[in-house]
């Protein structure tokens, strides 16, 4: 299992790195996935701007993006060793939805990053039944870490 983290900002991101880390690996674990890698990026509002604007046809922030390999078929290698592609997530979008909401920054970290890894698994939450699943399988991931609004 590797699992890289990169900071594109000048934000200080160590507290933040060890747990989600492992909360990653509880979800890789819990979808059974062995060797598996994947990237999580750090970037700022305005990085996650262009990116949405350039790839996705959507003029504004986002919290979190997804780009997964195996969306093209010619880039499954096989079944034991899966390269799911790289979740970017805004910080200072995450900070903002954190005091929205009333909870941790650390927690929305988590809520994204393994919302990212849902996205980068195939999972999505275009109609309500799609939505239901994602985000139980979500909420079990985090609920195991003690990770709570």
Known sequence: MQIELFNETKQDVTSIVKVLKKVLKGACKKEKLKKVEFNVIFV???????????????????????????????MIVGDTHRILGDIYISLDKAKEQAE????????EMCFLAVHGFYHLLGYDHNTKEE???????????????????
Do not use: P, W
């Open 44 to 74: 700022d509002n305005e990085t996650i701007h262009r990116i949405n604007r350039e790839h996705r046809k959507i003029d504004r922030v986002t919290d979190v993006i997804t780009f997964a390999l195996e969306d093209d078929k010619s």
């Open 100 to 107: 929205e909401y009333g909870h941790s920054f650390v927690r």
């Open 131 to 149: 939505e239901t699943v994602m985000f139980q399988k979500q909420e079990e991931v985090l609920s195991s870490y003690g990770i709570t609004r």
